[in-house]
């Protein structure tokens, strides 16, 4: 009864995170750009702009030009303009690149408003929010890269066993990715250091792990030992110094660095938890000896890899 109680509280706690995200990022609305008031992405080929008052003569679609913001060289425009309204819909032939935000020119609107240039960006909440589910469904670290094989497939025997090695690395991933992107912030980019980023996050890591150990040894020594063995596991997982390698390359901030180490602790945690369940009914099958123990394991694997290509192409926010 504990261990469904258990698992049961991991699921609220994180149903209650993704529904808080969602709901702040429902609240805050778009900024006001004078005439036009909202501005945001419809599906992939669609930028709706809402504005201050309707609108009744739209110039044509070769008057509107639109470019991402870190690349105003390339310019396109919309294959179509219609109105509804106080919403001018812009549809383009191609989808656009919704992670960088797009700059929208036009001519006068309505009388006396003079030219339109605004920016059109993702909700920021919402993109808190797409990395989060990213490294945990669409670009999960084990199913869709790959990483962390060799932990994965030795700790997701019992559910028991996967259900802690999950939360300790959860718990020693959003502990070092945080020092990973202080000592990258303040140390390697300003000292131009950056080819030591591997070295730095390793130690970081290990240091991490070591602070982890000693601390559940003082404090608590009951999870020191249903843990202990896990943590000198987590050195070896891979994936935790993919976390803040890729951090670097994109220049995450602290806020979005901890949403990603989030997404890829819980990831793994949901990825160790789906194998252990599964490796615990093979036992009980009639499986031919030749596939016994690891083949029939990197099968099962194989086929969780498939089914998790299903998130491929979710877009959030």
Known sequence: MKKKTRDIFF?????????????????????????ITEKAFEGDKEIVLTTAQ?????????AFTVFEENDPDIQVHPQSVSVDGKKIHLTFSDRLNQSNAHMVKAPELAEGTGPVATEVSRSYWGFLLSILISALLINNYVFTKYLGLCVFMGT?????????????????MLLSAVMSWLANRYILVPFHLDFLQVVVFIGLVSLTVQAVDTILRKVNPILFNAFGVFLV???????????????????????????LALGAGGGFLLALYLMSSVRERLELAQIPECFKGLPIAFIVAGQFALAFLGFSGLQIG
């Open 11 to 35: 699921v609220f706690i994180a149903a209650i995170v993704i529904f808080a995200v969602t709901a702040i990022a429902m609240v805050f609305p778009s900024g006001d750009d004078g005439f």
């Open 54 to 62: 309707p609108v009744k003569n739209v110039p044509a679609a070769e």
């Open 156 to 172: 997701s025997k019992r559910k028991t066993t996967a259900t802690g090695m999950g939360i300790v690395f959860t718990i020693v």
């Open 233 to 259: 596991l987590v050195i070896a997982n891979c994936i935790i110094i993919a976390v803040p390698l890729y951090m670097a390359s994109n220049q995450y901030n602290l806020i979005e660095t901890i949403m």
